[in-house]
């Protein structure tokens, strides 16, 4: 094809297949389906809902470029343009970056056209241009010929009279005359400079948008001056507007009044010893893992029920969180990363309720570095979101942890994108987390000021600006200079606590209490999880990169892991025993070593060393478990690196001696007691009123509630028996832990359609292009009874498509078909014909690249091609 492309179909047609592969790639909602042909692949890249996809993906520069496009002549050069970006007196910034800008509109096909006529897609100018109802981010209204639509031609020749032009015999003239008065700089200058102060103080209010104000009925006169000479135009019975051709001269021919062609800087910069950062990272790595280990800990027997709606009632929040000795928000974190990796679920039964899952026995079997990976890569791809707990939903419903509605599209993109950002930096670097929220705001501009699917307003109502009580403001007779003194918000700013910023900030926090960070700075096993492996990759692209496959993370998990391990520390098989009835782990402790020790006492203290309290009640709890005093004192010696000292070894034996001497059993209850005397003790006293104990024998009592709480009421009262069973052995108290049946982690939900592969995408351009072929191809003309509309599928009879299709097996020559499939669809197909029999044809096809039988009742007809089309 030459010559210059009349639609997007043409200039697409034009592409190489690396272009068509970028478009694919960026915009990959284009692939589903697969397009037949070019056409198609241009028609579904104009439609409303590809393109809202298309521009939210925009950075704020290339943004702002298609908004100076949306306000631009249609064609638009490109100097034209530049002069819309930069202004009258340019800008060496903006002129730098604009070919990058117009390149990616280009790619994304947004923007087509060579560089003198630029053509925004319709359906993007729809979205972008001013209007009243939907104001434009640029801050300017309508044209000088749209605002004049459908006012009287006598008043149009006022208008000119006013501004001291000739009049004119039409509408249409007098228009453009107008129009190039207000855009002649010259011309325009020498007019304001015989305007009222407050004249030009009231353009001053509208000049940065929005360009909409009120009138009322009779005007201030220096009001009426400005619309005696058109430069308010009416908008409505009340309501007036500053034409677009003239706010840009006000504005010295700029769109917008801030653009952005740089992203902000990641500053400032605090630099600290990289080894120092990883050691803390690694400490809270160990945090973290010990943390979700209490945490299944705390729910071995079962954790809090399900509520009706789903999650976890506000009261369990709390408990979890104080069980955990954290905040609430932070327990609903861990519940989260827990949840995600499908450590913890709900257990399906009746009365449902939360529990570690079967996953969880093997998670706590694995190497410290290699269950963090496993929480690492679970917390970098989930979509369910922490932060959002306890904040309203739609309807006004707070969320609950692990409950529904939890996910957030948008929030593994925002993780990588922050962690890539901080690996841009040097080893050991930090910066402020409102650097990288402004960051991630100018790379989605859109994303972080509007919901999916609707490009957002700027951030100015329509306010009655220009009424006859505006005054002040300083008067500026000719083109702006600068933006100094002006409020107006920089082109889709978002506020700070817009989804993407929360993200953001969450991102930092998160990846902190994780061990990704430490002190605010990417570690090296934090660089290893985020794929990156140089400063000179993360900061190439102002653009986020597609997101890795469930294999890439893994493994990039698994190389995070192996940099972690050597900054664990290593687990320790001792502990100091202390005369105060305490015992000293000065590291973590081997796992069987910590179980055992935490049934015989009560944890007070974690940190760097985790302190144990024994107390009557934990050794009784040992007890109960089955352990004898004499195997507690011999397991106290054996991982002790201090003798056992002599309270704790006393208080180990006067709760021994005294453990068990009382039995209880079932009658409904009874308690059974070698010591008749000690039984009578237990009637005499007042507080085993409400056992309603009574002697059924010198060393027996029988009880009126269940053994269970005949347990509870006796220990309360000080003593300390044992439960025992039908045959008088001693019951051990060791309760059966509660897990779920096997459960996965919760399936992240997806931002759009997934990025397509390589292979996708080549063989999805080999289809178009071969369905391109297929309806361009140039066709010898079929002689029908009427002649087909453009597009359609030819149409020949039986007799005649049998005979064409036995002559191109002869002549061994390709033919246009049209096929309509079991489903009803058509299509239009270049087939070689390779065999004809049995009602069917057996040929090489063109469009899908492969040879193909097709039934000839379902071939709607045929057209042989010109010599020259295949």
Known sequence: MTGTPRTLAEELRTRTDRGLVGLLRARPDLLNPVPGDVTQLATRAGTRASVVRAVERLDRFVLQTAEALAVAPDPCPYDTLGALMGGDTGDAAVAAELPRAVAELRAQALVWGPDDRLRLVRTARELLSPSAAHPSPTGLGPTVAEAAAGMSPGRLQEIIAAAGLPTTHDPVTAIAALTALFSDRARMTALLDTAPAESVAVLDKLLWGPPYGGVTDRPAPHLQWLLDRGLLLPAGARNVVLPREAALHLRAGRAHHTPEP?????????????????????????????????????????????????????????????????????????????????????????????????????????????????????????????????????????????????????????????????????????????????????????????????????????????????????????????????????????????????????????????????????????????????????????????????????????????????????????????????????????????DALGVLADIESKGGATVYRFTPASVRRALDAGRSAAELQEFLTAHSRTPVPQPLAYLIDDVARKHGRLRIGAATAYVRCDDDALLSEILADRRAATLRLRRLAPTVLAAQTAPDQLLDGLRAMGYAPAAESTAGDVLIARADTHRTPPRTAPTPVPDGPPTPDATLLTAAVRAIRAGDLAATAERKPVHAPAPAAPGALPRTTSAETLATMQAAVLTHSALWIGYVNADGAASQRVIAPVRVEGGFVTAYDHTSDEVRTYPLHRITGVAELADDSV
């Open 262 to 594: 740089v992203p902000p800087a990641l500053s400032p910069a605090t630099e600290r010893d990289p080894q120092l950062v990883d050691n803390a990272a690694a400490s809270q790595a160990f945090t973290a893992l010990a943390t979700v280990e209490e945490l299944l800990k705390e729910w071995d027997l079962g954790g809090p029920g399900v509520l009706r709606a789903g999650g976890m009632s506000v009261r369990d929040l709390k408990r979890t969180a104080t069980a955990l000795d954290t905040t609430e928000q932070l327990a609903a974190f861990w519940l989260e990363l827990a949840y995600g990796a499908g450590l913890i679920a709900s257990d399906g039964e009746a009365d449902e309720r939360f529990a570690a899952t079967p996953a969880a026995e093997e998670w706590l079997q694995l190497p410290d570095h290699e269950r963090w990976a496993v929480l690492a890569a679970g917390w970098l791809s989930a979509t369910r979101t922490a932060g959002v707990v306890g904040t309203a939903d739609a309807k006004g419903r707070a969320l609950a942890a692990l409950g529904p509605h939890l996910d957030r599209s948008p929030a593994p993109e925002v993780r990588r994108r922050a962690l890539a950002l901080l690996a841009g930096l040097p080893p050991g670097t930090s910066v402020p987390a409102a650097a990288v929220r402004s960051r991630l705001q100018w790379e989605r501009p859109l994303r972080s000021a509007g919901a999916a699917g609707q490009v957002p307003a700027p951030a100015t109502g329509r306010t009655p600006a220009a009424t006859g009580a505006v005054d002040g403001g300083a008067p500026s007779r000719g083109p702006a200079t600068g933006p100094a003194g002006s409020a107006h918000t920089p082109t889709g700013s978002a506020p700070a606590d817009d989804l993407r910023s929360r993200l953001a900030q969450w991102t930092l926090t998160e990846a902190e209490l994780l061990g990704v960070t430490g002190r605010g700075a990417l570690s090296a096993h934090g660089r290893a999880l985020t794929g990156t492996t140089s400063q000179s990759a993360a900061a190439s692209s102002p653009a986020p990169a597609a997101a890795p496959s469930p294999a890439d993370t893994d493994a990039a998990a698994t190389r995070a892991a192996a940099l972690l391990a050597p900054l664990l520390p290593e687990p320790v098989d001792h502990v100091l025993l202390q005369a105060d009835l305490t015992a000293v782990a000065p590291g973590p402790l081997h796992r069987p070593l910590a």
